[in-house]
């Protein structure tokens, strides 16, 4: 009889011990999120990239956020955390910000620089120019 309440009770401390064990564990999986706080990763651009072409696509991941702005605009992200997101930008020099907040309000920044080199032969400057050579063509010709 002392043989069976030893392993009973043997077997109540293990039982108690792997539910403590469970509950530490849960604990820690829910709180890495708070520790760790809002997370960001931009896959493109990288910084210091040129462009020729205004319009560029912001993409990458962002977890733990509640909330997450690309230059002030908010933009959301798809069930498996990744963002995608285009972006017109300004001839020169540009500075793409993100900005990730997450439940506890607590900010992550990231920040990238790119250039936007517009080739100045582009078909609208072309058009220009083939304007006005016709039309100083046309008045030299009036004038002769």
Sequence with gaps: MKYYTNIRKVSLSVFFIFI???VVLYAYNQSKNF?????????????N???NKPLITVRGVASNISKLKLNGRQIYIDENENFNEELLLQDGYNIITLHAYDKFKR????????ILIENPLNTTNLEF?????????NKENKSE
């Design 129 to 137: 120019i083939k304007i006005n050579i016709e039309e100083n063509g």
């Design 20 to 22: 403590a064990l469970g």
């Design 49 to 51: 990239e040129k462009f």
């Design 107 to 114: 900010e992550t920044i990231e920040t990238r620089e790119v």
């Design 35 to 47: 520790l760790s706080g809002p997370q960001i990763d931009i896959i493109s651009p990288e910084n």
